[in-house]
């Protein structure tokens, strides 16, 4: 206990000094710049500026990139509430709320409320990542390949199921393609190359960094250019500091939300936009006014945005201790870790336990800037709305290429860019989640060989996949969720809960 | 029809599901056979359930399961003038913008690059697109001096800052 505050206390003494301070400073805005930015999303965000940090020292480097992933997140509710478009995906739920407090003339009451609520979903999910972390990663030293091939199987079962819009079996076939996409070039067991097709850069496999950087950069790109809609601005004419009272009244959402979005970030590859989602759902269902939301309920706008930034602190759970990313940009910055000689998972809590408390301690910083900034720098931000978007994606395009080559320079991998942005694109079109398929690009090493290894160590027996209790355990989960996402099993089951709460009631 | 109701887009989507669920059929058998023909190395005398085609194997027949029942799912969705509405759409101006994205990027990318100096590439780039985008396909009303005045000085500072800022002081190489 003693030992994590003094790690923690470490951590944050480590970037207190000025050229941290300023790198958390111009990151942070860039951040918050890029969420507020339509079309522009905190993945993409991440995954461009990799390459800026490529030749950072390696903590500099993460502690940019979580301040650019934390100040996106944040900084697509001011998108939400002044032009009813949710900057990043992740603000959809604030939009709700956020608009119509905009229109009644409250724009500045609203994002003072988004702002502070966001510091206290990411200190609730801060305050989960440093007690439960450590613990975990304790755990899973305890994992073998039985339990890393479920728990990656597990991942994108889960996001599949979760993320699914449209149909869950839409989220389930994203996964599919990105494992097999994650089955390119050389298997790491017998080093046989497969799917390679005689192509010479095909051999060590597609690269994550260029293939986010298609599907969530030029992707993202097409998709905002094909509307033709302009929106209004809305003006902010009030006060943008809320007082204590407008926020601490809350204080039941607040914890709730923050709690709910933590367990949603734990869960990979699920995200924030879920996390955003479920909390609004759970505050609206809780509150005393239900009928206010979707009308400009503080209430409803406080969850949402309390919910969606948990769940980035709390992403950093499995991502630093299983290396399962919780998040798509969380997937990024696993990328960015190993480019930066960090290995997460399991051994982190062994070979580098000051990274963990490193990690706490940037995105306290990240979060304090975020409020700062938030609080203080309204009118500049607005003014970023008002950039035409036409003159800003010419310009994301070259950074797409730039991101894309700089980390391996290959012209290749800008190809690979180009062909991720154009799939990508087709599948958003056609309502197909992408974070499926980041995990299964990720995941899909892991799977494969934890698989094939657990079966040699077994000589070709299967049996301890599922006698194993932590293999059990997960095994049946994955069943139980690829149950529960058939239509006719899950109405049966739903029934049979209904059917239990309504007896005593009528007895 | 740029905005199509929602009653459309679910019957337009109805059958472009029945089409990407052919084409995933499809995929998901060929790597079924390319995995099931892939070398199992005996010569290396693997253990068989090792064999480097196991789990694409797996993934192929999940993936053509998936792809079957997407199809199923679709052709059950009632779907009045679905297939017109997806004709229509690759006819629309939305689809025009995103083609003319497209394009740009693919001349930009495979042409440019390499011919010209990455800078001049990305300056060219950013010229059209704004251009195009503020005068043939713009939004709202056109005003070609202010639009090359912005084209001309965006291109200049975004291109020319963006290798500025990477080759020179991050040290990163451009292509």
Known sequence: MFDGLLLLGQGIGHFLTPAALFNVAWATLLGVVIGILPGLTATMGVALLVTLTYKMAPDQAILTLMCVYLGAIYGGSRTAILLNIPGTPANAAATLDGHPLAQQGKAGLAMGLATTSSTLGTLVGIFFLAIIAPFLAEAALKFGSYEFFWLALFGVVISGQMTGSDTPLKGYIAGILGLLVAMVGMETLHAHQRFTFGISQLGGGIDLIPAMVGAFGLAEILSAMKRNAVAHVASVNDRVVPTFREIFRYWKTIIRSGVIGTFIGIIPGVGEDVGSWTSYAAAKRASKHPEEFGKGSQEGLIAAETGDNAVVSAAMIPTLTLALPGSAAAAVLIAAMYIHGIRPGPMIMVENPVFLYQVVAMLLLATLANLVFGLSLTKVFIQVLRVPRQRLMAVIYILCVVGSFAITQRMFDVYVMLGFGVFGFILREMKYPMAPMVLGIVLGDLLDLNLRRGLLLTNGDPTPFFTRPISAVICLIIVFTILMSIPAVSKRVRALFTRGRAAPAQG | ?175
């Open chain 2, 1 to 175: 029809m740029d905005t199509p109701t929602e009653a459309d887009e679910t019957a337009i989507r109805a059958r472009a599901d029945l089409l990407t669920s052919i084409v995933l059929v499809g995929l998901g058998l060929t790597i079924f056979y390319l995995s099931w023909t892939m070398p199992r190395l005996e010569a290396r005398h693997i253990h068989p359930a090792t064999i480097p085609g196991l789990v694409p194997l797996i993934l192929s027949v999940g993936l053509t399961l998936c792809g079957a029942l997407l199809g199923l799912r679709s052709w059950r969705i009632e779907a009045e003038g679905g297939w017109r509405g997806l004709a229509g759409i690759f006819t629309t101006r939305q689809a025009l913008r995103v083609l003319v994205i497209l394009g740009l990027a693919l001349v930009h990318t495979l042409i440019l690059v390499g011919w010209l100096p990455f800078w001049a590439a990305a300056m060219l780039f950013i010229f059209a697109f704004i251009m195009i985008f503020e005068t043939w396909l713009a939004d709202g009303p056109i005003t070609p001096l202010s639009t090359l005045g912005w084209a001309i000085a965006i291109a200049v500072f975004g291109g020319g800052g963006i290798y500025l800022v990477f080759e020179r002081i991050f040290l990163v190489r451009l292509p």
